[in-house]
């Protein structure tokens, strides 16, 4: 075991060759380069935090989010990841560190990176079993009152007087949820390209409804440019009447189309100004898409209720920039909500592997995808080995591994004991109900709610005053019904 090193050219190579497997490792390795004096790793035998940093880091991420939920293709074990630290995989990429650490540093290394991918167990909810169609929680326990069912994908909901209710199907459908809780399918439905993850998703009402009948759905538009069919976020606005929806009007196109068939966004909600904030994703393009201000793409926007832009927007006045932008750097939010306590905008963004996040809506606020990330590429490459960049705002609260959040509300009224003021997001991937305990404006705790339900695209407070979720494939809305302990 070689304690130290016996020249600085041995540093430097270490050095060299754990930068190398980094996605930008041309970029690293001329940076590194032309500043060896300050680029160099130095071992430090008393910290195994030290040490994943500057040999581990650069390849497999600041916070270990290449570790968490990846395929270990040469086995997760202690003395698996022994074994990869001493001898590495070079034809995977992955130098070997027999000559650099003593067989303790190797082990302590592995406990670290062990402990440090814990997280990804916290979601193994194989053992979860409901009983009777009750979900125990901390606080109370939660039996499930089915609404709406047989449905494919219900995207989101939305509650008109009388008890009844709107939802949206990926499909391209809209339904009206009579108080007696049969279908009716509602007509003038703008065309909608259902592939990937675009389709019909996010209705809401406006907040006049009532004298108005104005309602706003959002969606993936067809575009055709000769023989390729191409998509973008849009915005219709319409009245219901009975079944049917009249006087249609897209009062926004997100620009450019594009080919890709994800990252839409779509989320909306209006804000206590009266004006009607909505999400764009990037489409997939996050080198020009999300960074830049004069495209629509990787963006929260706001406009007012016909589609004109508020003369107050952040960017109305900058030459180039799109004036119906709020916030930028924005990856794909898919949750969108107010806080009544403060009439705060709140939205969850999709992050690519880790990263996810929780995030406050600011006016002009760049929310630093893709310069920063606290994830990684699908395919384990880096995409940034940066976490934070002075002017780019960071995360309330950010998911290693990612929970693929999708709807978002707080909690109000008094139906769900010591729940009040906490924020609810869904779990796509892992298939439950987010509990964020907030405090101050902070999220300070977290609780898994409904382990096993399903895809859980929606959540909303009814005007009843009780929770309301929607699942998807097999589809259905359920009415949460609080049981005393």
């Given amino acids: 075991m070689l304690k130290f090193f ?66 270990w293709k040469y086995g997760s074990t202690r003395e698996d990841l022994f074994k990869g630290i001493k ?49 125990v929680s901390e606080a109370l326990n939660i039996k499930l009152d089915t609404v709406v069912k047989g449905l494919g994908s219900p995207w989101s909901i939305a509650f008109l007087p009388k008890g009844e209710m709107l939802v949206t199907e990926k499909s391209g459908k809209l339904h009206l949820v009579k108080k007696d809780r049969t279908l009716q399918i509602i007509s003038g439905v ?16 406006h907040p006049n409804f009532k004298i108005n009948h104005l309602i706003y759905l959002s969606y993936s538009a067809i575009k055709k440019e000769g023989s390729t069919t191409l998509a973008t976020t849009a915005i219709m606005r319409a009245k219901l009447k009975g079944d049917q ?23 909306m909600v209006f804000g206590r100004d009266g004006l009607l904030y909505f999400s764009v ?22 406009i007012k209720d016909d589609g004109s832009i508020p003369t107050d927007n952040p960017f109305v006045n900058k030459n180039g920039a799109k004036p119906s932008i709020f916030t930028y750097g924005n990856r794909n939010p898919q949750g969108l909500t107010m806080n009544p306590l403060t009439g705060a905008i709140w939205s969850n963004e999709h992050g690519p592997r880790g990263g996810d996040e929780i995030n406050i809506v600011g006016a002009g606020n760049n929310y630093g995808w893709p310069a920063i990330s606290w994830g990684i590429n699908y395919d384990g490459k880096i995409i940034t ?21 999708s709807g978002m509300a707080f909690v109000e009224g008094s139906r769900y004991a010591g729940w009040k003021g906490d924020l609810l997001v ?33 959540v909303r407070m009814g005007p009843d005053g009780y929770i309301y979720v929607s699942v998807e494939n097999p589809g259905f809305v359920f009415r949460l019904m609080p049981v005393a302990k």
């Fill in 6 to 71: 016996t020249s600085s050219i041995a540093i430097i190579t270490i050095g060299l060759v754990c930068l190398q497997w980094n996605d930008n490792s041309k970029n690293d390795f001329e940076s590194l380069n032309s500043s060896v004096s300050r680029k160099v790793p130095v071992i430090d035998s008393g910290n195994v935090e030290s040490n994943y940093k500057n040999f581990c880091s650069g390849c497999h991420g600041e916070k270990m989010d290449a570790f968490v939920d990846r395929k």
């Fill in 87 to 135: 001898q590495g995989y070079p034809d995977g990429g992955m130098p070997g560190f027999d000559s650099a650490f003593s067989n303790e540093e190797m082990y302590a290394l592995a406990d670290y990176i062990l402990a440090g991918i814990k997280n990804l167990k916290r979601y193994d909810f194989k053992k979860a079993t409901v009983q009777e169609n009750l979900f």
């Fill in 190 to 205: 703008p065309p909608v390209a259902a592939e990937g993850q675009g389709g019909l998703m996010d209705v809401i009402l």
């Fill in 245 to 267: 929806l009249q006087e249609q009007q897209i009062i926004f196109e997100a620009l450019p189309y594009s080919r890709t068939r994800h990252h839409y966004g779509s989320r």
């Fill in 281 to 302: 994703g990037e489409r997939g393009n996050e080198k020009q898409n999300p960074q830049s201000l004069e495209n629509d793409l990787g963006k929260i926007h706001r």
């Fill in 385 to 405: 080995d940066k976490t934070a960049i002075v002017g780019m705002e960071q995360p309330l609260l950010y998911w290693i591994p990612s929970i693929g959040p």
């Fill in 426 to 458: 869904g779990s796509l991937r892992f298939k439950y109900l987010n509990r964020c305990k907030i405090k101050n404006g902070k999220v300070v705790g977290e609780e898994l709610l409904l382990k096993n339900i399903g895809r859980l695209r929606d």
